[in-house]
Nanobody, 120 residues
Framework: QVQLVQSGGGLVQPGGSLRLSCAASGTILRINSMGWYRQTPGKQREFVATITSGGRTNYSDSVNGRFTISRDNAKNTAYLQMDSLKPVDTAVYYC??????????????WGQGTQVTVSS
């Protein structure tokens, strides 16, 4: 079994910053990619950013230049540094990891979600 536990998030004023963390644990042989999605009520989950095991990153146009994804492979943890936050960034943020387990099976695992609210 693999678990992803998220931390961070909360309420911040426009222009402020927040940092999200996502720690994976369990029967992990390696993690190929880690990423972040977000969702607002009534809308589909939206891609935010992803990072490969080698550190290659990709961002949605809406967050490029404001958000930074990183990871600590030794800790199986991903981070999302969110700067210059806007009210439109308000959403529940989910982390996802593409995990290769000890039996060499490959699955996506999702975190529990964390609320980010940008409001004055």
């Amino acid at each position: 079994q693999v678990q992803l536990v998220q931390s961070g998030g909360g309420l911040v004023q426009p222009g402020g910053s927040l940092r999200l963390s996502c720690a994976a644990s369990g029967t992990i042989l390696r993690i190929n990619s880690m990423g972040w999605y977000r969702q607002t009520p009534g809308k589909q989950r939206e891609f935010v950013a992803t990072i490969t095991s080698g550190g290659r990153t990709n961002y949605s146009d809406s967050v490029n230049g404001r958000f930074t994804i990183s990871r600590d492979n030794a800790k199986n943890t991903a981070y999302l540094q969110m700067d210059s936050l806007k009210p439109v960034d308000t959403a529940v943020y989910y982390c996802v990891s593409l995990v290769v387990s000890y039996d060499y099976s490959v699955h996506d695992y999702w975190g529990q979600g964390t609320q980010v609210t940008v409001s004055s």
